[in-house]
């Protein structure tokens, strides 16, 4: 709550520092205690309002000394967003660390979004800096993807990217046919002052817009995904031996006698891990084994530079774009059944208990029994009848035991399981989309989940232990405002977030909460979700928040990403091999750079053939109703999921009525100010699909 008192020191103490500080820095200098720190975040926040602080860049500063950008600052250097002009409005802004900059349309020269630029400010006051771009320093791409069209014997592209708030001029029209997907190359940026549009020559022709394959291929154009391994790699490739020599087997610890099985989705054929479970005269022994990738792909090589170049594999709907070559990535270090193979595996020893008596990691050769898919485990786990040999279903039982004990000591150090079903498409025998569902994570995941996490903990405390750098999968802890900004929105849908003694067991308590509301968790773990950091890779050794553990790494998946395959060579040279890091630092701190950017990528391009897969599909459906719940809203529309299809679509609120309704950023709702009627999240409605364009339109009925 606002405290006086508090309000005064902050301004004694911001007077002091007039570059501002964070509300971190405020608690320390204040010496805050735990049980105040929520009052100085609202006594700050208030102040704010009050507009007696200013809040930029996280950091508080006294309104009126407030640092002002006078005429003299000649420029300032930051990233185009055309957000608004797609949106056909007047204005964009430059993105800059101190803050966004106002540019008029006619101001913007031949920016596109994206685009590092040179931003000359001419004016400034409390609310707004403005200024006009002067030069263009770096374009974000040259190269663009979209939709082929005529107009006045002239052919036009439409960019797929919806930032683009241009469409750009085909030099080359005799190539073009209207209806059709493009790839377009920039030759001349246009002219704002003299009404020249962009121009482009088109360079490929990529099928009829609208076909999935085409649309998928438009993706991966767009993203500059690689499609084929370059010369050198397949040289490399065939030089790798499938047969495993009596030799190399002696060096390693023979566990092909041990029960051991894989369990992955029905469709995969890159299997990089693989479980036995049994039981010792002291209790139980897990065998994490994970493919020896690095055995295969030696630092320096070809192969190695083209793993690090992609980064990780790509999954699409009926396409994978894969990391490494097939016959690595689906043969000799897949472990397939009934093959011998070699993997790192990490063995751990538990007493009757389940607890940690022993772990160690060594070079190992397996071979696996059976191949089961997540489908097979839970019906097993439901007690349906299934096809899997009864010495499995025994080791499954047994290790099902340690799962549900790793799943709860893992709740009770302030784990978050959130509930976020993934999209599945159903194709038909013509390669079209027939049915799109939610899929749902299920007991037979977390099973896997739950070994691979002792694993990768084992790992990555091992390597800290004993290398001088190594890369961490680290997920920072949320900022205290956004938790703040959370607490008044859930108030608003009676859910108390109460601040506990750390964040994990205050964002559990919320979700625990939201169990007694219908639809919650449809909207709020994202809405949770979104409050959080991003999870990435890093040479700094910090914690990752929402598997609540200090120590964490990527090593059970090496043939799909390049985090795990940095781990094994390290695990090689220095756990196996008793030898010196193979890595240095900075080359850690690049390769968890390079690791980060490229899974960035594949989230985005797999969200974007995501989502003109549910286009493709849903455009069947124009003119027919759905029920929904309302998932999101903003001061332009309400967004609602249907129940049905796990699709979401926009109702703008123009649409609403003759009320004048307005958004309420705080408590996330929609009113009308002369009526009652009041829109809230989680609200169930009926609605009708009146167009699907680039977004799906719906009615409220």
């Known amino acids: 709550m606002y405290d006086h008192d508090l309000a005064f020191q902050i301004a004694k103490v911001l007077k002091k520092n007039e570059d501002g500080l964070t509300i971190n820095e405020l608690s320390k200098i204040l010496k805050i205690k735990k049980h105040k720190y929520k009052d100085l975040v609202s006594t700050a926040k208030q102040l704010h309002k009050e507009q007696k602080l200013f809040y930029s860049n996280k950091k508080y500063t006294i309104r009126n000394s407030r640092p002002k950008i006078s005429r003299s600052t000649k420029s300032i250097i930051g990233t185009f967003d055309a957000t608004s002009l797609v949106k056909n409005r007047s204005f964009a802004f430059v993105i800059t660390d101190s803050g966004d900059i106002f540019i008029s349309a006619e101001d913007t020269l031949n920016s596109f979004h994206g685009d590092k630029v040179v931003v000359e400010i001419y004016r400034s006051n409390e609310r707004m800096t403005y200024g006009r771009i002067i030069r263009i320093l770096e374009r974000s791409r040259e190269i663009f993807v979209g939709d082929i069209y005529k107009y006045h014997n002239k052919a036009f592209l439409k960019a797929d990217n919806s930032k683009i708030h241009k469409d750009f001029e085909i030099s080359n029209p005799e190539k073009c046919k209207e209806g059709y997907k493009g790839v377009l190359k920039i030759t001349n940026w246009g002219n704002v002052e003299l009404n020249q549009p962009p121009i482009g020559v088109i360079t490929e022709i990529l099928g009829k817009s609208g076909n999935p394959e085409v649309e998928i291929m438009a993706v991966i154009r767009y993203y500059d995904l690689p499609l084929e391994f370059p010369e050198k790699v397949l040289d490399d490739v065939k030089k790798v031996s499938s047969e495993i020599s009596e030799k190399e087997i002696s060096k390693r610890s023979d566990f092909r006698e041990v029960i051991t099985f894989t369990i992955d989705p029905i469709s995969a054929k890159d299997y990089d891990d693989a479980i036995s479970f049994e039981e010792t005269e002291f209790g139980w022994k897990l065998y994490v084994h994970i493919a020896d990738v690095a055995q295969y792909v030696k630092i320096d090589s070809a192969l190695f530079k083209e793993a690090y170049n992609r980064g990780n594999s790509y999954y699409f709907p009926k396409k994978v774009i894969p990391m490494l070559p097939e016959k690595l990535s689906n043969k000799v270090c897949s472990l397939r059944p009934d093959e011998d193979k070699l993997t790192m595996s990490v063995v751990t020893t538990f007493n009757n208990n389940f607890k940690v008596i022993k772990q160690e990691i060594v070079e190992a050769v397996i071979r696996s029994d059976i191949r089961l898919n997540y489908e097979q485990v839970d019906n097993l786990f439901e007690g349906n009848n299934t096809d899997i040999p009864e010495n499995i279903v025994n080791v499954i039982s047994n290790l099902r035991k340690l799962s549900k004990h790793l799943q709860n000591k893992r709740i009770s150090k302030g784990y978050l399981n959130f509930i976020l079903p993934e999209t599945e498409f159903i194709f038909d025998d013509d390669g079209k989309i027939s049915d799109i569902k939610r899929s749902m994570e299920t007991e037979s995941h977390q099973l896997v989940e739950n070994c691979m996490l002792v694993a990768n903990e084992y790992v990555a405390k091992l390597l800290l232990k004993k290398s001088d750098a190594t890369m961490f999968r680290i997920h920072e802890e949320p900022e205290p405002r956004d938790l703040e ?217």
């Open 485 to 701: 900004k959370l607490k008044d929105i859930l108030k608003n849908y009676d859910i108390n977030l109460q601040f506990k003694k750390n964040n994990n067991l205050t964002l559990q308590n919320v979700m625990k909460q939201l169990n007694f509301f219908e639809n919650y968790h449809r909207v709020f773990d994202f809405i949770i979700l979104r409050k959080m950091k991003r999870a990435k890779y890093s040479v700094i050794h910090k914690g990752h928040f929402g598997l609540a553990l200090t120590t964490y790494t990527h090593f059970t998946s090496p043939i799909r990403r390049l985090c795990d395959l940095i781990i094994h060579h390290q695990l090689k040279k220095i756990v196996i091999n008793k030898s010196k890091n193979p890595f240095s630092y900075s080359k850690i701190a690049d390769y968890a750079k390079q690791a980060t950017n490229k899974e960035l990528i594949a989230t985005q391009s797999e969200r974007e053939i995501d989502k003109k897969n549910v286009i493709s599909f849903i455009k069947n459906f124009v003119g027919e109703d759905f029920e929904g719940i309302i998932r999101s809203m903003n001061s332009s529309n309400l967004f609602v999921e249907l129940d049905r299809y796990p699709i979401i679509g926009n109702i703008p609120l123009t649409s609403l009525g003759k009320g004048k309704y307005s958004f309420d950023n705080n408590l996330m709702q929609v009113s009308d100010s002369k009526s009652d009627s009041i829109f809230k999240l989680a609200q169930n409605v009926k609605v009708k699909i009146v167009k699907v364009s680039d977004e799906v339109e719906l009615k409220l009925l």
